[in-house]
């Protein structure tokens, strides 16, 4: 059974880097099947689709936040990142990371998530 | 255009039919997934495909698609399906994906 699990820091200032990690385990990251997302949901509010990373690196982010993400991911410790510049108190959400099978054809879907992590930008 | 399209709320009577529905132009070229989210937990895959349904999912639930909209059917509706439900799909890119903005579903 796929595990994945949210880590990093709750509460970040404004203006400086929001950063997590997401650990998967029961599977490997190093394969070609999956894509590994970061969506987020602020507080009483909708989810919203932040990017994926494939196994080789090749990383897709939402247009509105490409200049601020970085997805990275680190096979050897089955890790991948998130990474967001400059935040503010719109960034405030519940992060998940979440994985989605790479081939099935006109289809994405995401069939595991992580419990979510709260982080909150605020000073 | 890149947005789904989802009424914020519906409510259906205890054991009856209820329909949520998807739109947006880039469900003429993909197929939407659909998520049940409940209060203080991370959402869960319910439907995926043309009608694909996760082990563990009860087959009340269903979907379909027509032109650029997608539905999610539940037929005999519980009291635990009571949550928030989101569709998602890829954007007309291709590149991207785009959610719903959630249809609150209240179970009467």
């Known amino acids: 059974q796929v595990q994945l699990q949210e880590s990093g820091p709750g509460l970040v200032k404004p203006s400086q880097t929001l950063s997590l990690t997401c650990t998967v385990s029961g599977g490997s990251i190093n394969s070609g099947d999956y894509y590994w997302t970061w969506i987020r949901q602020p507080p009483g509010k909708g989810l919203e689709w932040i990017g994926y990373i494939y196994y080789s690196g090749s990383t897709y982010s939402t247009p509105s936040l490409r200049s601020r993400v970085t997805i990275s991911v680190d096979t050897s410790k089955n890790q991948f990142s998130l990474t967001l510049t400059s935040v503010t108190a719109a960034d405030t959400a519940v992060y998940y990371c979440?994985?989605?099978?790479?081939?099935?054809?006109?289809?994405?879907?995401?069939?595991?998530w992580g419990q979510g992590t709260l982080v909150t930008v605020s000073s | 255009s890149s947005e789904l399209t989802q009424d914020p709320a519906v409510s259906v009577a205890l054991g009856q039919t209820v329909r949520i529905t998807c739109q947006g132009d880039?469900?003429?070229?993909?197929?939407a997934s659909w998520y049940q989210q409940k209060p203080g937990q991370a959402p869960i895959l319910a439907i995926y495909g043309e009608n694909n349904r996760p082990s563990g999912i009860p087959d009340r639930f269903s979907g379909s698609s027509s032109g650029n909209t997608a539905s999610l059917t539940i037929t005999g509706a519980q009291a635990e399906d009571e949550a928030d439900y989101y569709c998602?799909?890829?954007?007309?890119?291709?590149?991207?994906?785009?959610f719903g903005g959630g249809t609150k579903l209240t179970v009467l």
């Open positions: 979440a994985r989605t099978p790479a081939r099935v054809r006109g289809v994405i879907a995401f069939d595991y």
């Open positions: 998602n799909s890829r954007d007309t890119s291709g590149n991207h994906v785009v």
């Open positions: 880039s469900l003429r070229r993909y197929y």
